[in-house]
């Protein structure tokens, strides 16, 4: 029997991509395997939304030259973002790889599995669904559009019927997957879209919990804000990417949305979704961004104070707008400084969102150990560690919070038993 080793790196998509991925190989009678040394069969699920992911790629892929070497008959396959239309040009800097196959597509080599299934036969109890493939938004910075092409959703039958499955196999909970989740529908016939699709999900008996990411500013409707309100298996956590507190910086970057439209989505959002959790994307060192346009990102920060905030230094990636048309002018020591100060805003304004849940109830989905805890996420998508010697894994338990810090809470099982 042949092995296979997947390496990932990236977006939740990629994780995704690559659990389907195994999936597919599995039902060709290829076995996972814990290192690419034991493996036949390696493939390389890549990133090159930053150079930094890019960086990693390329030093994973000179490192499988020399496993190559040493195993003239190991299989070496790249997917995801590296992969473009140049195919060529990447089997010339990579002649070690033998095949490239775009993000999300499967290895054409391979015969088809007869059953065409590339469901997770043992999902965790919190599973990745893609909803929606591509984007077509162009911000000027981002490189996902060339690499994943236009959107394409998936009919709602089709994801309500797979989730179906994925819920016979165990899982409680779904994440629904896109790069513009509010986009999802429009090239469909019926024109359904993300507010219609949780309706259905939401009917579904033996789910429990139903989140999705990511949301864009410009897209995001009241009646997806409502319908978030109102079904009780959506979880209250919401991802919103604001990328910059200036409006002409979100200009530069092609964003469609200006700071006092996002302002007044938050305003909406919290006002009918109590207790809900956001979070947010920022870029620093945008082409040009002054030390006050910086500022006012944040002034933002601190005004809208999220639950949860990633911050990136801006990367130039070539074949951008950005790449193209703006001096990438920021020093990287800047670039740098200005990331420092976001993360510590951020873990003090996290530390004190936190600190209120100190000494309350929460229900935790069990995802797994860490160590010899206890993992799990509230709703609100807080990750929770707690002691047990009972097999907790995929129960929706009451957590009594002992313990908070920024980045995570401690507790102790209140009740054991499933709850749902
Ligand atoms: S919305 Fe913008 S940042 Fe997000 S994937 Fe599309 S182009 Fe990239």
């Given amino acids: 029997m042949a092995n296979y080793y997947i390496w990932t790196i990236g977006c939740q998509m990629n994780k995704a991509e690559s659990e389907r991925l195994g999936s597919y190989l599995e039902q060709l009678g290829y076995q ?17 939304v930053r150079q930094h992911a890019e960086n990693r790629v390329i030093n994973k892929l000179n490192a499988l030259k020399s496993l190559k070497g040493l195993h003239p008959n190991l299989t070496l396959a790249v997917t995801g973002c590296l992969v473009n239309s140049e195919v060529d040009h990447l089997s010339k800097n990579f002649p070690h790889v033998d095949y490239f196959f775009k993000p999300g597509d499967y290895p054409q080599w391979l015969e088809k599995p007869k059953s065409g ?70 090239d469909l016939p019926d024109k359904p879209d993300l507010a219609d699709l949780l309706y259905e999900l939401n009917a579904l008996d033996g789910l429990a919990r139903i989140r999705f990411l990511t949301n864009h500013p410009k897209d995001m409707s009241s009646k997806l804000i409502e319908a978030i309100a109102k079904l009780d298996k959506v979880c209250e956590q919401i991802s919103l990417p604001v990328q910059s507190g200036d409006d002409d910086i979100l200009k530069a970057m092609g964003r469609g949305y200006t700071v006092e439209h996002y302002r007044q989505l ?64 920021i020093p990287p020591a800047e670039k740098r400084e200005r990331l420092n100060k976001i993360e510590q805003l951020q873990e003090r304004i996290a530390g004190e969102i936190n600190a209120q849940l100190l000494g309350k109830a929460v229900e935790v989905l069990v995802e797994g150990r860490k160590g010899d805890k206890w993992q799990g996420r509230t709703r609100s998508g807080k990750l929770v560690f707690f002691n047990s010697n009972s097999d907790c894994l995929g129960q929706i338990v009451k957590i009594l919070i002992e313990k908070t810090s920024p980045w995570a809470l401690q507790g102790k099982a209140k009740i054991l038993a499933s709850i749902k």
């Fill in 32 to 48: 996972a395997t814990a290192t690419a040394e034991a493996a036949d069969l390696v493939v390389l699920n890549s990133c090159v």
């Fill in 266 to 329: 938050i305003t909406e959002i919290r006002s009918k979704i109590p207790g809900v959790a956001l979070s947010t994307d920022v870029i620093v060192g945008f082409p040009s961004e002054s030390d006050q346009q910086f500022q006012q990102t944040v002034s933002l920060l601190s005004e809208l104070r999220f639950d949860t905030v990633h911050v990136a230094a801006y990367s130039p990636r070539p074949g951008t707008i950005a790449a193209r048309e703006y001096e990438n002018n």
């Fill in 117 to 186: 299934q590339v469901l997770p036969q043992h999902p965790s109890p919190s599973t990745f669904v893609p909803i929606i493939q591509g984007c077509d938004n162009f911000c000027s910075y981002c490189i996902v559009p060339y690499r994943r092409g236009r959107e394409r959703s998936r009919p709602v039958e089709e994801i309500v019927s797979e989730v179906k499955q994925l819920v016979h196999r165990g899982v409680k909970e779904v994440t629904l997957l896109g790069q513009n989740v509010d986009s999802y529908g429009h």
